[in-house]
């Protein structure tokens, strides 16, 4: 049985807010072939459309990946703080997370089992609790820390102090454009570069329909960070797991009681 507690480090959304308001800092250029209703509007324009789309949003789904780190995100998200999904690192596990009010649930793998515990323990906790969630509140500060991933309302607040109005032109430094549409998940979208300092940034905005931003991607020395940003407006599931199929998050901890 486990006897000391290990952190799996939760994820918050800082870097796919950063990627969108930089994103959003574009300059008006020019029209292009099949942008739809977006042929006629500037990149700032579109910029501004997506991000007001995004901050209007009562739930979405955010997946993050990340060329430099095992770490990903995939969860659905509401503003009420509930969600359903995953985080994984990679070798060291995944965890399966559902947050419904102020109850968490989540379910390791045995990866992650055996990369928190130390010998025989892992390997123990994995047989003991496979296909077991634990489960707790926003109380224990794990679950409350892991948790932090699920607001949606933190995550656009984030994003709009770092939004700010149209100002004056640009540094040369700094080239703005509209790139060429193209299809994402199966979604029409029009992409939106900025490139300053060696960086790129682009945001894929769904040409038809709200414009919402679809994807996120920042280039900088080779490395690559995407944020993908879908399911808008549809509920996080709210099934939650059976009482019999639980335990209680104290066995981090040692304790043997179940829920």
Known sequence: MPRKRRTFTALTCGAAAVTVAAACAAAPTGDSDGEGGLA???????????LHALLGARSLRLRTQSSTSATKLDLTLDRDGNCAGNISKGPLGRVDLIKRGKDVWL??????????????????????????????????????????????????????PQSPAPQSPSS?????S???????????????VKKAKGATQTVYVAIDGTHYPMQLT??????????????????????????????????????????
Do not use: M
Not at 40 to 45: L, V
Not at 229 to 245: G, I
């Open 178 to 192: 509209k790139g060429h549409p193209t299809t994402h998940e199966g979604v029409r979208v029009l992409p939106i």
């Open 107 to 160: 379910k390791p793998d045995a990866a992650f089992w055996k990369s928190q515990l130390p010998g025989d323990q892992g390997a123990d906790a994995a047989r003991t609790y496979q296909d077991r969630y634990l489960h707790g509140t926003t109380q224990d500060s794990f679950l409350k820390s892991l948790a932090t991933a699920c607001d949606l309302t933190a995550f656009q607040k984030s994003v709009a």
């Open 218 to 259: 920042t280039e900088v020395d080779h490395e690559t960070g995407t944020v993908l940003l879908s399911n808008y407006d549809r509920p996080v599931p709210s099934h939650t797991p059976d009482p019999a199929k639980t335990a209680d998050i104290s066995v981090l901890n040692g304790a043997t009681h179940s829920t």
């Open 40 to 50: 006629h509007k500037s990149a700032q324009q579109i910029s501004d459309d997506a």
């Open 172 to 176: 040369p430094s700094v080239t703005l």
